[in-house]
């Protein structure tokens, strides 16, 4: 391989995403790039591929389900990985600065520098941002189901209110430092970090937030007094809520969860596992590019994570 094609980009489009025509576009538009469109089940052996070839950068154009796909097959090397958010939400590219404008994140992936950042794993499989057990899977069965229908946020405002209606109930044991809990619950949330449970940034980050694995366990047991709870945590914050009978809340490095269900969500995708789910933190498994102005990663150190909050 030249010099010249190692400073070239390997640069991954998956086709299916929204706006897979602007990323390519703008892919070619900025140069340096090698522009191809992969299916997201080629997806990881492809950039597995470009590794062992010597790519130093690669870049992946996609939603946040996509990205994190693409990080399993880079954690744990120094190949850097860029982002070009192309998805519904791009929870993981509003995290890092990185622009939702294509040429701009085309620019992006091609000057900026990259930091460490933090993810985790349940069974070997790599996420980035969150993970659940229980309604979730639920609503994004029944969200896919009416989408192509309906469209995104009809589908979403529907399978929200079936789930008011009715909502399933798991019984799950969940076992943090070597303490075993058992729960009947209809939610199990795993985040990579500590989250933000008020509004208007719900779901988002902590800014210098502790570090680990951010465990919430909803106790309620029916739809009313579940949306009761996630009112109250989105107004008083998680800290307030959990500090009731309602909700469980903890960080720590690693989780075991045994749901006795056979799906979960990562990062908004469903994925089949094993009944025993391992959850693991870790802390500065990619190297991903932001914006060349920001010099600091999402989290400042690497301390112990807090133990229950």
């Not at 602007?22 to 191809?36: E, H, K, N, S």
């Not at 945590?233 to 269900?261: K, L, N, W």
Request: charged residues 20%; proline residues 5%; without cysteine.
């Amino acid at each position: 391989m030249t010099d010249d094609q190692r400073t070239r980009i390997p640069a991954f489009v998956n086709p299916l995403a929204g706006n897979a025509e602007a990323a390519r576009d703008a892919l070619r538009a900025a140069g340096g790039f090698d522009v191809v469109e992969v299916t997201p089940e080629s997806l990881t052996a492809r950039i597995r591929g470009a590794v062992a070839d010597g790519a130093r950068r690669i870049l992946v154009a996609g939603g946040d389900g996509t990205i994190a796909a693409a990080a399993g097959a880079v954690a744990g090397t120094q190949v850097e990985l860029a982002v070009l958010p192309v998805g519904t939400l791009n929870h993981l590219a509003k995290d890092l600065s990185i622009p939702l404008e294509a040429v701009e994140a085309a620019s992006v992936a091609r000057s900026g520098h990259a930091v460490p950042f933090d993810a985790a794993a349940v069974n070997d499989r790599i996420f980035l941002n969150t993970s659940s057990v229980g309604a979730y899977v639920t609503f994004v069965r029944l969200r896919e189901r009416l989408e192509r229908a309906l469209g995104y946020h009809a589908a979403s405002f529907i399978a929200a209110a079936r789930l008011f209606v009715h909502l399933p109930l798991s019984r799950v044991t969940v076992r943090a430092n070597d303490v075993s809990h058992e729960y009947l619950t209809p939610l199990v949330f795993i985040g990579v970090g500590e989250r933000e449970l008020r509004l208007p940034a719900l779901g988002a980050r902590v800014a210098g937030g502790r570090t680990g694995l951010h465990v919430m366990v909803v106790r309620r047991r029916s739809g009313a007094r579940t949306l009761a709870l996630g009112l109250a945590a989105a107004a008083r914050g998680v800290e307030a809520v959990a500090a009731t009978p309602a909700m469980d809340a903890f960080v720590v490095e690693s989780i075991r969860i045994e749901p006795h269900t056979h799906v979960v969500a990562l990062d908004g995708e469903l994925v089949g596992v094993s009944s025993m789910l391992e959850y693991r933190y870790l802390p500065g498994a990619l190297r991903v590019v932001v914006p060349s102005a920001r010099t600091e990663p999402h989290r400042d150190a690497y301390p112990e994570p807090a133990g229950r909050t």
